[in-house]
Antibody
Framework: QGQLVQSGAEVMQPGASVKVSCKAS????????INWVRQAPGQGLEWMGW????????NYAQNFQGRVTMTTDTSTTTAFMELRSLRSDDTAVYYC????????WGQGTTVTVSS | DIQMTQSPSSLSASVGDRVTITCRAS??????LGWYQQKPGKAPKRLIY???SLQSGVPSRFRGSGSGTEFTLTISSLQPEDFATYYC?????????FGGGTKVEIK
């Protein structure tokens, strides 16, 4: 069981920041971590990082270190992913997925970076 | 980082065919491997976890096997709804890494 519902599509200017949300329901939020994965158009899946919903501990992929921040709000059982200094090659679908084993996925959020 | 080398990158097959997809890890990952199916415009869906355990609701024609560094997804009799892209994921060690994907197309 469990469901993840993500926020809607975003169109951003280069250099801006985007914050995507992932609302969890149907399970104990603090029992699982949340991963963020992105998929550029026509490309494969790229892991961005993981956050523990229990204690907020994070592990970020090297490619995103310094540019990404993952947080959680246990009062609303929501995870957030903020990506800064957006570039055109950040245009992608961003997914959240539960647990390191990624058993439950959000529906995806399309982020388009364009001037 | 653990590299996941997935092969083939694409294949053409007919309904009823047996299909095999392989992922090779650059170092041992115990059985910390899952297989995912993705259809166009949709989120990935987990088919197999812990190398060989079938996700609830997934047809038994999907089978995972392997250990250590070599892992296989087998579809015993390809059905029309199985035409999709398949990915493996290792979750033994951060950074988590996916295979490059295998696109299964209709012959």
């Amino acid at each position: 069981q469990g469901q993840l519902v993500q926020s809607g599509a975003e169109v951003m200017q280069p250099g801006a920041s985007v914050k995507v949300s992932c609302k969890a329901s149907g399970y104990t939020f603090t029992s699982y971590g949340i991963n963020w994965v992105r998929q550029a158009p026509g490309q494969g899946l790229e892991w961005m990082g993981w956050i523990s919903a229990y204690n907020g501990y994070t592990n970020y992929a090297q490619n995103f270190q310094g540019r990404v921040t993952m947080t959680t709000d246990t009062s609303t059982t929501t995870a957030f992913m903020e990506l800064r200094s957006l570039r055109s090659d950040d245009t992608a679908v961003y997914y959240c997925a539960r647990d390191v084993s990624m058993d439950v996925w959000g529906q995806g959020t399309t982020v388009t970076v364009s001037s | 980082d653990i590299q996941m080398t997935q092969s083939p990158s694409s294949l053409s097959a007919s309904v009823g065919d047996r299909v095999t997809i392989t992922c090779r890890a650059s170092q041992g990952i115990r059985n910390d491997l899952g297989w995912y199916q993705q259809k166009p415009g949709k989120a990935p869906k987990r088919l197999i976890y812990a190398t060989s355990s079938l996700q609830s609701g997934v047809p038994s024609r999907f089978r995972g096997s392997g250990s250590g560094t070599e892992f296989t997804l087998t579809i015993s009799s390809l059905q029309p709804e199985d035409f999709a892209t398949y990915y493996c994921l290792q979750h033994n060690t951060f950074p988590l890494t996916f295979g490059g994907g295998t696109k299964v197309e209709i012959k």
